[in-house]
């Protein structure tokens, strides 16, 4: 069964701190994104890429960074944590068009 | 500015009643709707797709209609069943980026 795992179910940070989201794929798909998901606003496309070092700025890059060292792993970096971060962060893999594939999520509280 | 305008927010449908989600896009470069369902604790996950060649299409209890001079596309689930209580996702994508709705959080009485 295909997978995509985030790292982390639940983190609570402080603010000002650097948070590191990881995500791994064991699909060998070549597309990695970062959202998040937030009542009422649905899901905003943070970062993504299409490919190992590459990597594209979505709907609200602020305040975020990525890594892709490796095709498998797409990390999401905040950079100096803040409350207004506080949200559900989604990552997902697909090869080509055909939809994604979610992880379970990391709820991420910054307090 | 959201590029798909999904409604209603919640839905309340007693068991067996079919439920309505629709939404909205206005760029016509999209070539691929699906929708997500999403239970509590989970990522989303592909529930049925269409693309824009087809006005419908049926898998089991779930249908997509598609109507593409109007931009608009619902899912309908008929029979609804409490194990159908999630919250459902349309999207459009074009070239693998994908846009989101709000999401409709669907609560099917017993």
């Known amino acids: 069964d295909v997978k995509v795992t985030q790292s982390s179910r639940y983190l609570v940070k402080r603010t000002g701190e650097k948070v590191f989201l990881e995500c791994v794929q064991d699909?060998?798909?070549?597309?990695m994104f970062w959202y998040r998901q937030d009542p009422g606003l649905g899901l905003r496309l943070i970062y993504f890429?299409?490919?190992?070092?590459?990597?594209e700025k979505g709907d609200i890059p602020e305040g975020y960074s990525v890594s892709r060292e490796k095709k498998e792993r797409f990390s999401l970096i905040l950079e100096s944590a803040s409350t207004n971060q506080t949200s559900m962060y989604l990552c997902?893999?697909?090869?080509?068009?055909?939809?994604?594939?979610f992880g379970s999520g990391t709820r991420l509280t910054v307090v | 500015q959201q590029q798909v305008k999904q409604s209603p927010q919640s839905l309340i449908v007693q068991k067996g009643g079919i439920s309505i989600i629709n939404c909205a896009y206005e760029n016509t470069a999209f070539d691929y709707f699906p929708w997500y369902q999403q239970f509590p604790g989970k990522g989303p996950a592909l529930l049925i797709a269409?693309?824009?060649?087809?006005s419908e299409k049926k898998e089991g209890r779930f249908t997509i209609s598609f109507n593409k001079s109007a931009k608009q596309f619902s899912l309908h689930i008929m029979d609804s069943q409490p194990g159908d209580s999630a919250t459902y996702f349309c999207a459009a994508s074009n070239f693998n980026k994908f846009y989101f709705g709000s999401g409709t959080k669907l609560n099917v009485k017993p």
């Open positions: 269409i693309r824009p060649d087809v």
């Open positions: 997902a893999s697909s090869y080509s068009a055909n939809g994604y594939t």
């Open positions: 890429s299409y490919d190992v070092k590459m990597k």
């Open positions: 699909m060998d798909h070549e597309n």
